[in-house]
């Protein structure tokens, strides 16, 4: 499978902590993208990184990529409770031009009040 | 930005009916969507690439005779579950292709059968 693996699989964190989430993939990449997910409900685009970008910045959030690793992590700092949802990572294969993604299996975060 | 209308967010159908779900591109247009699918506590998966003009491109173990997918045109992708059974109850969400707005995905599709 393609598919890629995150870690850990659930965090737990109180308000105020930071949280980092670790996504690891198998094939050359275009970009990788990190998604929240609330239960039940559709994605939200938190951010995208491209394959020549090492580290990247959008309000609390901060991504680093490392293809010689094949790694990309996402830090949440300074939690609220409104950032518990899942967390997914995805990649766009440079094999395809398609736009299809590869999702990673994802963090489950909880932010504790 | 872009934006993928899917409808309906929620379904309950019983065991041997069939259920379509629409994604329509609303401000764009598509020529290519996808189609995946997220079980409970799991991550989603690519199922099938549906195409404007010709036949759909399904992922290795998706049932294409069950998973009917139909783009009828350069706004609008159809997936449709035919002879649904409770293994088929899942998450169902759409996206259209990488444009000048990025990624955009429908809302998804809570799909129970019963």
């Known amino acids: 499978s393609q598919q890629g693996e995150e870690d850990p699989q659930a965090l737990s964190i109180q308000e105020g902590e930071n949280a980092t989430m670790n996504c690891s993939y198998k094939?050359?990449?275009?970009?990788l993208q990190w998604y929240r997910q609330n239960s039940g409900r559709g994605l939200v685009h938190l951010i995208l990184?491209?394959?020549?970008?090492r580290e990247k910045h959008s309000g609390r959030l901060r991504v680093t990529l490392d293809t010689s690793k094949k790694s990309s992590s996402l830090l949440i700092t300074a939690s609220r409770a409104a950032d518990t949802a899942s967390y997914f990572c995805?990649?766009?294969?440079?094999?395809?031009?398609?736009?299809?993604?590869?999702f990673g299996q994802g963090t489950t975060l909880q932010v504790k009040p | 930005g872009a934006v993928v209308s899917q409808h309906p967010s929620w379904v309950i159908c019983k065991s041997g009916t069939s259920v379509k779900i629409e994604c329509r591109s609303l401000?764009?247009?598509?020529?290519?969507m996808f189609w995946y699918r997220q079980f409970p506590k799991q991550s989603l998966m690519l199922m099938a690439t549906?195409?404007?003009?010709?036949?759909?491109?399904?992922e290795q173990g998706v049932e294409k005779d069950k998973f009917l997918i139909n783009h009828a045109s350069l706004t609008l992708s159809t997936l449709t579950v035919t002879s649904a059974h409770p293994e088929d109850s899942s998450f169902y969400i759409c996206?259209?292709?990488?444009?000048?707005?990025?990624?955009?995905f429908g809302s998804g599709t809570r799909l129970t059968v019963v």
């Open positions: 996206s259209a292709p990488p444009g000048v707005s990025g990624y955009t």
């Open positions: 094939t050359s990449i275009n970009n």
């Open positions: 990184i491209r394959s020549n970008e």
């Open positions: 995805a990649t766009a294969l440079s094999s395809s031009n398609t736009g299809k993604l590869i």
């Open positions: 401000d764009f247009q598509a020529t290519t």
């Open positions: 549906s195409n404007e003009g010709s036949k759909a491109t399904y």
